[in-house]
T-cell receptor, first 112, second 111 residues
Framework: RKEVEQDPGPFNVPEGATVAFNCTYS??????FFWYRQDCRKEPKLLMS???SGNEDGRFTAQLNRASQYISLLIRDSKLSDSATYLC?????????????FGKGTTLSVSS | NAGVTQTPKFRVLKTGQSMTLLCAQD?????MYWYRQDPGMGLRLIHY???????AKGEVPDGYNVSRLKKQNFLLGLESAAPSQTSVYFC??????????FGPGTRLTVT
């Protein structure tokens, strides 16, 4: 298994839809996880952090399943402005320090 | 508070030329990272630094060198640019709780 894997999509949904993305990770020792959002030709920006079983922020919910080693991101009531690429990030620690490993991202397109 | 800044924003190099990309952060973060992003490949870690004077290799370090002489600056060098290094380069720094902040990126084309 690759360190961080995501379904690349694209996910094409209408406004108002609920959509969910999954991310699987290989390092069972990872304790924290992150979802970033990246708009076209822009830098990634932190969307949500997940330190325990899950986190909720408005229309966005992130859940963690440690047993199966995946995290999910649920977006309810999708808006046009949610169209972006969503990146899953997992810290990977070794003797040299901690690197943050990104998945390749899942592309979401919300249409009217 | 500028966050993370990168210079230059755009650059075109010829094969074999050298250049240095500068990343600066004003958030007093210990950790800094250099990534490259290519279509369909996602963000790949080139090098990172856990503090002033220290650096470590990431996933794709070949052809790049880095230096962290000052805590706020992280430099990425290309000694002899190749067309395969055409990419968008992002620098980031992070908090102690692993939250990363990215610069706006440098778009590099090597012809």
């Amino acid at each position: 298994r690759k360190e961080v894997e995501q379904d690349p999509g694209p996910f094409n949904v209408p406004e108002g839809a609920t959509v969910a993305f999954n991310c699987t990770y290989s390092n069972s020792a990872s304790q924290s996880f992150f979802w970033y959002r990246q708009d076209c030709r822009k830098e990634p920006k932190l969307l949500m952090s997940v330190y325990s079983s899950g986190n909720e922020d408005g229309r966005f919910t992130a859940q963690l399943n440690r047993a199966s080693q995946y995290i999910s991101l649920l977006i309810r009531d999708s808006k046009l402005s949610d169209s972006a690429t969503y990146l899953c990030v997992v810290p990977l620690s070794n003797q040299a320090g901690t690197a943050l490993i990104f998945g390749k991202g899942t592309t979401l397109s919300v249409s009217s | 508070n500028a966050g993370v800044t990168q210079t230059p924003k755009f650059r075109v190099l010829k094969t074999g030329q050298s250049m240095t990309l500068l990343c600066a952060q004003d958030m007093n973060h210990e950790y800094m990272y250099w990534y490259r992003q290519d279509p369909g490949m996602g963000l790949r870690l080139i090098h990172y630094s856990v503090g002033e004077g220290t650096t470590a290799k990431g996933e794709v370090p070949d052809g790049y060198n880095v230096s962290r002489l000052k805590k706020q600056n992280f430099l990425l060098g290309l000694e002899s640019a190749a067309p395969s290094q055409t990419s968008v380069y992002f620098c980031a720094s992070r908090t102690s709780s692993y939250e990363q902040y990215f610069g706006p990126g440098t778009r590099l084309t090597v012809t």
